[in-house]
Each structure stands twice: as structure tokens, then as C-alpha cells.
């Protein structure tokens, strides 16, 4: 039977072999770090983390983008105005990150779990927090009617596309 002793060894063996040994360092500190995020974000060089670095709007890599909820990244900002959702799309398909275009969020079950803590993180990293209201999703029903979501609830439910509603740009990670 071999030890919890001789278990690790080989395992640090592993490591060593693959030259892992940063990234495994970097994990360990991101889970151990008093100011580690309830939610990973995303920088605009694409680089993701539990850690806020310096903000340093200059220099690539250090300007936040994204906040991500279940391979999902939720941008900081949200739109100005209230749109229908082919504007809605429109807007969000102007942005791209990573070169894909973003959308309108998926509807998703978790975001109504995460609701508070999310908007305690945004509001952390003076981004735009959620409101009470709908917010239209990519979900086209037909060509009348698109699913929204009220990420307070949960409640999904269908509206007409032209009536003006709260939105995000979205990008579902692979």
C-alpha cells in the first residue's frame, strides 16, 4: 500500500516533469490570498484571475473587462440606454474581445444566484452593477418575441422585441 507521503512525491514528480511548477505556485497563491474575488475577471489581454492587479488604464493586461459566472464573461458596463433587442445586439455585437464578437447574455440559472455577491464585486471594481429590472437575453423566441431575464429572480419570460430593455454584452467562453 503506498503512503499519503509517497502519493505527494509523486505527484511533486509530475509537476517537475511537466514544469508546471509556476502555475501550480500561482493557484496555490490565488486560493490562499486574503483578497482573493468571489468571481474571477477578465483583463483586456485576455489574462484571467481571483486577484485584482494594479489598474493601469496605459498598459495592456491590467484594464478589466469582464467579470466570469459560469464560462460566461459578464462585461462591466452595461448600456447606456434602455434598447430593443435588435439595437440591444447590435451594441453588443460592436464590442469583441479575443476576436470574437460579443452578445446578449445566455440565459443562465446561476445568475440569480449569484446576484448580490456579483454586484458587490462590480461595484468593488467600479463597474456597472445590476439593476432590479429585465434584461434581454441572445434567446430569440421568433420573429416577434425574445426571452429575457431578471437576474434578481431568475424569472425568465418572453417579450416583444421592440419594447425597450436593460442589457450586457456577454462572450460564452470555450
Given at each position: 500500500m503506498v503512503s499519503d507521503f509517497e502519493k505527494a512525491q509523486f505527484l511533486f514528480k509530475i509537476i517537475k516533469q511537466e514544469h508546471l511548477e509556476t502555475e501550480v505556485f500561482t493557484l496555490l497563491k490565488e486560493n490562499l490570498d486574503p483578497h482573493k474575488l468571489d468571481f474571477e475577471v477578465m483583463y483586456d489581454d485576455g489574462g484571467r484571475s481571483f486577484l485584482l492587479?494594479?489598474?493601469?488604464?496605459?498598459?495592456?493586461?491590467?484594464?478589466?473587462?469582464?467579470?466570469?459566472?459560469?464560462?460566461?464573461?459578464?462585461?462591466?458596463?452595461?448600456?447606456?440606454?434602455?434598447?430593443?433587442?435588435?439595437?440591444?445586439?447590435?451594441?453588443?455585437?460592436?464590442?469583441?474581445?479575443?476576436?470574437?464578437?460579443?452578445?446578449?447574455?445566455?440565459?443562465?440559472?446561476?445568475?440569480?444566484?449569484?446576484?448580490?455577491?456579483?454586484?458587490?464585486?462590480?461595484?468593488?471594481?467600479?463597474?456597472?452593477?445590476?439593476?432590479?429590472?429585465?434584461?434581454?437575453?441572445?434567446?430569440?423566441v421568433d420573429e416577434q418575441f425574445a426571452l429575457a431575464i431578471n437576474l434578481r429572480s431568475g424569472e425568465v419570460k418572453k417579450f416583444e422585441k421592440v419594447r425597450p430593455l436593460r442589457y450586457r454584452p456577454a462572450l460564452i467562453l470555450g
Open positions: 492587479k494594479n489598474q493601469c488604464y496605459l498598459q495592456s493586461g491590467n484594464v478589466i473587462i469582464g467579470v466570469i459566472v459560469d464560462n460566461v464573461a459578464l462585461a462591466i458596463r452595461e448600456g447606456i440606454v434602455r434598447c430593443n433587442w435588435m439595437q440591444a445586439r447590435e451594441y453588443c455585437h460592436l464590442y469583441s474581445f479575443l476576436d470574437a464578437s460579443m452578445d446578449l447574455m445566455p440565459v443562465n440559472e446561476t445568475f440569480h444566484k449569484v446576484y448580490y455577491r456579483l454586484n458587490l464585486l462590480l461595484e468593488k471594481i467600479k463597474g456597472d452593477r445590476f439593476s432590479l429590472g429585465w434584461y434581454w437575453t441572445n434567446q430569440e
